[in-house]
Structure formats: C-alpha cells, structure tokens
C-alpha cells in the first residue's frame, strides 16, 4: 500500500465527541496552563500563552465548532497547531487527546456541505474506524479568522 494513501489523525475529545485532526499540522501537545485574555477578540479567542517565549494565541475548539463551551477537567490539553509550515502557531483547547490512528484515503468520506455555512467548512470529511464515525477537522478553516 502507497504511503501517500494513508494519513494519521489524533483523536481529541470535545464534549465526549471523537474529533481527528491530521497530525501534519501538529506542532506539540501541552497540558493547559494560564491563558490570559485580549479585550476586543473574538469570543472563540481564550487569549494567548507564552510557548518557549512566543506568544501564541488559543481559540476554544468547542466554540469555535459551535458546541457548548463547558468547563475543562484534568485531562484537558492545548494543541498547538501550524496550519501552513511558514505561519505562526495557534493553540487550540480540547477535553482530552486520546491517540493517533492512519486512516487509507477510502475510509474517508467527503461531505457536501453548503458554502454559505461557515460551520461546516470546518469538517474536512468522516473517518471510518472499525463502527466509528470520526469528524475529521478542517485545520486551515477552522483557524482563519
């Protein structure tokens, strides 16, 4: 099997749903610490963090996906993201990361969606894992602002 024909997702939780995100755009995974806030952001924006001494800003997965925002537990992690190998980082909030899984690109389904939902740009297609259903993110959609 061609190489190019897998990918590898993290699994994150949110709200107890499965998320994968393609792990190309990964940069390091940390437990959660302060976050201080912006005035004037974007309600997703929780604030920035100092990561190795650049700040980088962190968004709430969940509302920026349109999910009630409940309170993080122990297990709540910071994922810091590159979406594009010159950008610069943006740490994204989830309940919990749980482990990588290679999908084949025929265990993936593209959605249809309609252009004018913001929302749904942000599903990049369903992973299909033994009898589960991944939503798999649109890591570029989700982090333009």
Same mark, same amino acid.
């Given at each position: !099997?061609? @190489?190019? %024909?897998?990918?590898?997702?993290?699994?994150?939780?949110? %709200?107890?749903?499965?998320?994968?995100? %393609?792990?190309?755009?990964? =940069?390091?995974?940390?437990? !959660?610490?302060?976050?201080?806030?912006?005035?004037?952001?974007? =309600?997703?924006? !929780?604030?920035?963090? %100092?990561?190795?001494?650049?700040v980088v800003p962190v968004?709430?997965?969940?509302?920026?996906?349109?999910?009630? =925002?409940?309170?993080?537990?122990?297990?709540?992690?910071?994922?810091?993201?590159?979406?594009?190998?010159?950008?610069?980082?943006?740490?994204?909030?989830?309940?919990?990361?749980?482990?990588?899984?290679?999908?084949?690109?025929?265990?993936?389904?593209? !959605?249809?969606? =309609?252009?004018?939902?913001?929302? @749904?740009?942000?599903?990049?297609g369903i992973g299909k894992?033994?009898?589960?259903?991944?939503?798999?993110l649109n890591i570029s959609?989700?982090?333009?602002?």
């Amino acid at each position: !099997m061609a @190489a190019s %024909n897998l990918k590898q997702y993290i699994i994150v939780y949110l %709200n107890s749903k499965k998320y994968g995100i %393609n792990i190309k755009y990964i =940069d390091s995974i940390i437990f !959660m610490q302060k976050i201080t806030r912006v005035p004037g952001a974007q =309600d997703y924006f !929780m604030g920035v963090i %100092n990561l190795r001494g650049e700040v980088v800003p962190v968004m709430s997965l969940k509302k920026r996906l349109g999910l009630p =925002d409940e309170e993080y537990g122990s297990k709540a992690r910071i994922i810091i993201i590159r979406p594009e190998p010159q950008a610069a980082c943006v740490g994204l909030v989830v309940d919990q990361v749980k482990e990588v899984i290679t999908l084949e690109a025929d265990s993936i389904e593209k !959605m249809s969606y =309609d252009e004018s939902d913001e929302k @749904a740009q942000f599903n990049a297609g369903i992973g299909k894992v033994e009898d589960d259903l991944i939503d798999l993110l649109n890591i570029s959609a989700i982090t333009r602002t």
